[in-house]
């Protein structure tokens, strides 16, 4: 079996583009859209963080699968930490500069050098009431850092498991998210490590054959559109009820369904997200995703500076257009010749 799958570097993609949307929607840069069929997808939202997770923790599972495959901690979290360290350091210093000039609530010293330090050093999602969230997507990178730190160990560890207690793992992790939710008002943005690791399982449980999965192709794509069906219901509607429940339960469970019809390589709308377009966008949307605030920043200063909000020139369609064709494009474009 191969340990790549075409389909899922797609999944990335829609996932990036929804929590841009969001965070655009949430700026007062996409306020056209309310009350349009799109608002639960962008603000329930349909993608959301934890899908990074899931999906994260799925391929590092297959690719070490075998104990000589597993890689020793510290080159593992240095080409990590080379690869995405130095865009989230150059992102936040923008963000900083930029709330810095056009609002007050940095222009406390000792705030403002405790919140840079606390970003720069990838502590804030840990203590997120020290500091200004800055560059918003970096908690996730400070999860992110933390997961890889235990990947190997657990790696080594699952490869000793057979499926019994492969299973057993998988239902205790969805255990402790279910009492949680139920027991705690609020989860902190940790948490969502949690799917890290449910990923890892659900990619060992596949692996393993473990799962069994239609045999014929039309049925995937009958059960990939029944997710994306259920998927919009727990934006539009589950959310209203339980938000918690729907970001830490519902939602992974449908990421989840996705991951193993798309892992699969079956049906025709596998081949249809394993067009090389769609996966070089996937593959630079981690980029993209803590980017994204950078640019945000930037076009309120220029709503701030330029226009001072009498013309909003960039809640519009066209507007948005163009503002994702630059961000993915010019992502894409550095991907290519950076891989050249």
Not at 112 to 124: D, G, M, Y
Request: aromatic share 18%.
């Amino acid at each position: 079996m191969k340990p790549y799958f075409p389909a899922i570097d797609s999944l990335r993609f829609f996932a990036s583009i929804n929590i841009v949307l969001l965070h655009l929607s949430s700026s007062s840069l996409l306020s056209y859209a309310n009350g349009t069929f799109f608002e639960p997808i962008i603000i329930g939202p349909l993608f959301n963080t934890s899908v990074f997770f899931l999906l994260s923790g799925f391929i590092h599972s297959i690719l070490f699968s075998k104990q000589e495959k597993v890689p020793k901690l510290k080159p593992f979290l240095k080409k990590r930490f080379l690869r995405l360290y130095p865009l989230h350091i150059t992102c936040t210093l923008i963000v900083f500069a930029i709330i810095f000039y056009r609002t007050s609530v940095l222009h406390d010293t000792a705030y403002a050098i405790k919140t840079l330090a606390l970003h720069i050093s990838l502590l804030w999602a840990f203590v997120p009431e020290l500091g200004h969230p800055l560059n918003q997507p970096s908690w996730a990178l400070s999860v992110f850092f933390l997961c890889y730190a235990l990947t190997p160990a657990f790696s080594r560890f699952l490869n000793r498991q057979g499926k019994k207690n492969l299973w057993l793992l998988f239902f205790t992790l969805w255990a402790i998210s279910f009492l949680s939710v139920a027991y705690f008002e609020e989860l902190s943005r940790v948490f969502n490590g949690i799917h890290f690791f449910t990923g890892m399982l659900l990619g060992r449980l596949f692996l393993n054959d473990a799962i069994p999965l239609p045999k014929k192709n039309v049925l995937y794509d009958l059960f990939l559109l029944f997710t994306a069906i259920l998927l919009y219901a727990n934006a539009r509607y589950l959310r209203l009820i339980s938000p918690d429940a729907t970001y830490y339960i519902t939602s992974p469970i449908l990421y989840s369904l996705l991951l193993l019809f798309l892992a699969n390589n079956k049906g025709f709308m596998v081949k249809i997200l394993s067009v090389s377009w769609l996966r070089i966008l996937g593959k630079v949307s981690f980029y993209t995703y803590l980017l994204h605030v950078a640019v945000i920043q930037v076009l309120h200063l220029y709503l701030d500076r330029v226009s001072h909000w009498e013309d909003n020139i960039f809640n519009r369609p066209s507007s948005t257009a163009i503002i994702m064709i630059l961000l993915y494009g010019g992502c894409a474009v550095f991907y290519l010749i950076k891989n050249k």
